[in-house]
């Protein structure tokens, strides 16, 4: 005769429990926004303007810093849980045109950066699918736009 075992109701931690989804939300957008800050401020390098020109990008001068303060605030805005929406919006309009103009692999004929500048749309496309997410559902738990008072809506 076969025996059914049933999982231990003493375990003390359940990604489901309240203690451990409130900070998740929170570490995510920190992992998430981290990225966005540390390569924005990157934009305003002169190396990072220069290969953007390399690469043809127009007015790399002008756009590139742009670029990179799109990314540092959007980044600023989703860590903080400040007007997230916002930010999210500023990061997708950031990796739209930024993955397609860097990031265009379809021409490169070298193998090695062919898979090199896949990889880095593909990684894109994750990110942008990330910011897409929290536009949609906002910043979560731990964040000012929830301390923020609601407006209503007559």
Known sequence: ??????PST??????????????AIPLGRFCYSLLFIAAGL????PGTIDYA?????????????????MAVVGGLSILLGYYARVGAGLIILFLIPVTY????????????????QMVQFMKNLALLGGA????????????????RPKKNVT
Not at 1 to 6: D, F, G, K, P, Y
Not at 12 to 19: C, G, P, Q, S, Y
Request: no cysteine; hydrophobic share 50%; aromatic share 12%.
């Open 10 to 23: 003493q375990t003390t931690f359940h990604l489901r429990d309240a203690k451990v989804k409130i900070w």
């Open 1 to 6: 005769m076969a025996t059914v075992s049933t």
């Open 42 to 45: 990157n934009h305003f390098s």
């Open 101 to 116: 103009s860097m990031h265009h692999f379809w021409t490169i004929t070298d193998p090695a950066m062919y898979q090199m």
């Open 53 to 69: 020109a390399q690469q043809g990008v127009p007015m790399a001068n002008i756009l590139v810093p742009f670029s990179g303060l």
């Open 132 to 147: 897409v997410l929290i536009a949609f559902y906002g910043a979560g738990s731990k964040s000012i736009d929830l301390m």
